[in-house]
Structure formats: structure tokens, C-alpha cells
């Protein structure tokens, strides 16, 4: 039974640091997010102050059509870039929360697997059954978590082909009608 307590509390020692290192991720993500949303603010200020400068410069109406139109890309390259930025700030802290529960999720179906091993071992004569039916349970959650990854992936890869042919198709079009 001691070796059962002492798992058991390796186990929550174990859970309590992935629990730290999740929270440091999560952190890390939001320093990175505010940064970039800092960044763009100081840009997006700084932007507007020269274009109202240039707007009370215009002496006429072709001149203010041209001033729009060279102000038109870069502020659609600025938020393209600013979508991206963002973008990749999230999938890289989600690939790494993933990547950190995979593991965890690994090592405890490791641990739990093992204890039950042993507790089987012990397990009265004619109880082969119950035995199977555990075993039979672990195998088809382990399978399931699997599948469930390869779908999250999938749909990861999805994504992250869908973004990168619309940020594509943004500055395509911006530079056409340039």
C-alpha cells in the first residue's frame, strides 16, 4: 500500500509542476501578445500623426486621391502583418501547451497503467474477465486520445493553410489595386 501512497504523490508532485509550467506558458503568451498589441498601438499612433500632417498638406482633390491610395497599402500590409504576428503568437503557445499535455497525458497513462498491472497481479483467481475488461478500456481511451490528436492537428494545419492563403490573397489584391 505504501508504494501505491507514494506513486500517488509523485504523481501529484508531477501534476503540480506541469500545472507551474503550464501557467509560465500561458504568461509568456499573454507578455507576447501584449508586446506585439503595444508595438502596433505606438505604430498606429506614430501612422496617423504623419497622415494627418500629409492630409494638411493636400492643396487639392487629386492630391488627396493620391494621398490615399499611398496610404492604403501599407496600412492593409501593416494589419496583414499584425494578423500574422498575432497568429503566430497563438499557435506557437498552443503547439506548446499541446506538446507539454501529450507528455503528461503519456507518462500518466504510464503511471496509471502500471498501477493497475500490479493491482491486477494481485487480483483474486477468476477474475480474468474483469482483468480483460480494464485492459480492453485502457487500450481503447489511449486509442481514442490518439485519434483525437490527429484531428487536432489536422485541423491545425487546416487553419494555418487557410490564414496563410488569405493573408496571401490581402496583399495580392492591395498590391493589384496599387
Known amino acids: 500500500m505504501n508504494d501505491i501512497a507514494q506513486q500517488f504523490a509523485a504523481t501529484q508532485k508531477?501534476?503540480?509542476?506541469?500545472?507551474?509550467?503550464?501557467?509560465?506558458?500561458?504568461?509568456?503568451?499573454i507578455e507576447q501578445l501584449t508586446a506585439l498589441n503595444l508595438?502596433?498601438?505606438?505604430?498606429?499612433?506614430?501612422?496617423?500623426?504623419a497622415n494627418i500632417r500629409s492630409l494638411l498638406s493636400v492643396k487639392d482633390v487629386p492630391g488627396l486621391v493620391a494621398l490615399q491610395q499611398s496610404l492604403a497599402k501599407p496600412a492593409v500590409e501593416?494589419?496583414?502583418?499584425?494578423?500574422?504576428?498575432?497568429?503566430?503568437?497563438v499557435s506557437q503557445q498552443a503547439n506548446e501547451l499541446a506538446q507539454l499535455f501529450e507528455g503528461h497525458a503519456s507518462e500518466m497513462?504510464?503511471?496509471?497503467?502500471?498501477?493497475?498491472d500490479k493491482a491486477?497481479?494481485?487480483?483474486?483467481?477468476g477474475s480474468e474477465v474483469a482483468v480483460s475488461a480494464v485492459k480492453s478500456a485502457m487500450s481503447a481511451a489511449n486509442t481514442a486520445?490518439?485519434?483525437?490528436?490527429?484531428?487536432?492537428r489536422q485541423v491545425t494545419e487546416f487553419a494555418e493553410?487557410?490564414?496563410?492563403?488569405?493573408?496571401?490573397?490581402?496583399?495580392?489584391l492591395v498590391n493589384k489595386a496599387a
Request: charged letters at 20%; aromatic letters at 8%.
Open 78 to 89: 501593416k494589419a496583414v502583418a499584425y494578423s500574422r504576428g498575432v497568429y503566430d503568437a
Open 14 to 29: 508531477a501534476s503540480l509542476e506541469n500545472l507551474q509550467t503550464v501557467a509560465a506558458k500561458y504568461f509568456s503568451g
Open 39 to 49: 508595438g502596433t498601438a505606438r505604430a498606429t499612433f506614430e501612422d496617423g500623426a
Open 120 to 125: 491486477l497481479k494481485n487480483a483474486p483467481a
Open 109 to 116: 497513462n504510464k503511471n496509471v497503467s502500471s498501477a493497475i
Open 161 to 172: 493553410a487557410n490564414v496563410a492563403a488569405a493573408n496571401a490573397a490581402t496583399v495580392k
Open 145 to 152: 486520445f490518439d485519434q483525437m490528436n490527429k484531428a487536432a
